[in-house]
């Protein structure tokens, strides 16, 4: 196939994290089902050297909860419902996949009777192991947390070999790339720079968890064609987020 990419297996297993803003057009709709179509695809060409996907989705390009208690919704439920919204692009993302035929579960932290399954460490395992695509709702489970920690939490409790944080830019950069066209993109950085707010790669917690349990954080954009399968196969790609030590793992 035209798009498929050269694969070098270096991964065994890694955690995908698409924020919220990968589901949507920049302009317009919040469901925008060509984005999720694409993001399959790549899933869809990754798989093929035999990586073991589970993916963490953010929720907001549908809502977030700071942002709605800003409007007088009462904070932990603002964010119950930025939770719920996770499981809207977790199905979308689904449906995509299976229209490709891949085998894919959700598992959500925030169970929805009927509709999206509970998660469990062991269960989710044991879908990878069995070729599932395994997609990951509802964040921690707990208000005032991010995706991104919760792709940090899953990362470490299921084995994973990377966090692979899609975003809109290709790395960390440093200072703004939009406003400051000097702005330089790091190529490594260990955890402790990351953490610098200056920097602003993702919240701390998300990479305080990263780097007490010594998980590579690879950040990288997830607008560019192939850069989300080439993520999941090992390519050298955006920012490696680490110790200098670990570099190996991620920067043939
Ligand atoms: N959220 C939460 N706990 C979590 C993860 C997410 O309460 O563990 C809520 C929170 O309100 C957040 C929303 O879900 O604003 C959507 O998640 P996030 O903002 O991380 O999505 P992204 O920015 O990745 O699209």
Do not use: W
């Not at 499981?87 to 993302?93: D, E």
């Not at 208000?143 to 939490?153: C, G, I």
């Not at 406003?179 to 920097?199: G, T």
């Amino acid at each position: 196939m035209e798009n498929r990419i050269i694969a070098i297996k270096k991964h065994k297993r890694v955690l995908l994290k698409i924020s919220g803003e990968g589901f949507c057009s920049e302009s317009s709709s919040v469901i925008d089902i060509p984005k999720y179509d694409l993001i399959a695809e790549e899933i869809n060409n990754a798989r093929d050297a035999g990586v073991e996907i589970a993916v963490v989705v953010g929720g907001g390009n549908i809502l977030r909860g700071s942002a709605l208690s800003q409007s007088g919704v009462e904070r932990t439920r603002a964010d119950q419902l930025g939770m719920i919204a996770t499981s809207i692009n977790a199905i979308v993302l689904q449906d995509s996949l299976e229209k490709l035929k891949i085998p894919a579960k959700v598992l959500s932290a925030v169970e929805i009777q009927g509709i999206v399954e509970s998660y469990t460490i062991h269960k989710c395992r044991n879908f990878l192991e069995n070729g599932f695509v395994v997609i990951l709702a509802g964040g921690t489970g707990s208000p005032f947390f991010t995706t991104d920690t919760a792709a940090a939490l899953r990362a470490i409790e299921i084995g994973a070999d990377v966090f692979l944080k899609g975003t809109k830019v290709d790395g960390v950069y440093t200072d703004d790339p939009v406003s400051n066209p000097k702005a330089r993109k790091y190529e490594k950085l260990e955890y402790m720079d990351a953490l610098s707010n200056k920097l602003d790669v993702m919240d701390s917690t998300a990479i305080s968890l990263s780097m007490e349990n010594k998980l590579p954080i690879v950040v990288f954009s997830f607008r560019k064609k192939n850069n989300i399968s080439k993520a999941i196969i090992g390519h050298k790609i955006g920012t490696y987020v680490g110790n200098h030590n670990d570099v190996s793992r991620n920067t043939k």
